[in-house]
Structures are given as C-alpha cells and as structure tokens.
C-alpha cells in the first residue's frame, strides 16, 4: 500500500497532485508509512502538499483514518499548508483522525485550528 495517495473529490486515485477536484479542494490520504517516516514518507508528504498548493489548492482534505500518531514533523507540515489555505480563502480538513490524533492536537492546542470530519466521506 502507497504511504501517501492523492484522491479526486469521488474517490478514484490520482497520478499525483495535478489532479485536483475543480473548486480547488485536493484530497491526500495518509497512512502511517507517510506519518511516521522521518524520510521518505515525512519527505513524499512534504511533495505532495507543496505540489498541491503551489497548484492552486485552497482547500486541502487531509484523510488520516490510517493513522495512528500524528508526528511533529506531519503537525509542523500541516500548520504550514494551514496558513497558505488560509491565505486564499481556504481550510485544511483532518478526516477521520484517530483518538492519538486528536489527543495531540489537544495537548499541543492545535485542536481549534482543523476542522474535522468523520472518516468515509
């Protein structure tokens, strides 16, 4: 299994992060391949969300369902996309965050900064 997919609004698998839903939204879908390693799966996340918002992205869905821990370094990449997102009108969307998920975006208070969304939509 791919640490880290770029899907289209409807689900179907995308080639990269060119493609994109045409309001701007782009979905990537994480695993804990993408979330935890320091190299190549932090590094391929890194790609992907610059891909995507110097494509045009505003907002960014971000489907953490198989992800058990946020690490430092994904929370660093998500406050970043956060900010670009925002600049342009946008929002990031953590979906399906596991309960590790949401306890460090509590302890850290970065809680309040994603809106969040059940897995499986």
């Known amino acids: 299994m791919a640490a880290l997919r770029v899907l289209d609004r409807a689900g179907a698998t995308g080639a990269g ?3 994109r ?3 701007g939204t782009t979905v990537l879908v994480l695993d804990d391949d ?3 390693a320091p190299g190549r799966g ?3 996340l890194r790609r992907e969300l610059g891909e995507a918002l110097d494509g045009g992205c505003s907002t960014l869905v971000v489907d953490v369902s198989g992800v058990d821990h946020l ?3 994904v929370v660093a990449l998500l406050l970043r996309a956060k900010r670009r997102c925002r600049a342009r009108g946008g929002r990031v ?3 399906g965050p596991s309960r590790g998920a949401v306890e460090v975006l509590h302890r850290t208070g970065l809680a309040p ?3 969040v969304e059940p897995a499986g939509r």
Do not use: K, T
């Open 17 to 19: 992060a060119g493609d």
């Open 113 to 115: 900064l994603f809106d």
């Open 34 to 36: 993408a979330a935890q």
């Open 71 to 73: 690490s430092s370094a």
């Open 42 to 44: 932090v590094g391929a």
């Open 93 to 95: 969307v953590l979906r």
């Open 21 to 23: 839903p045409e309001d």
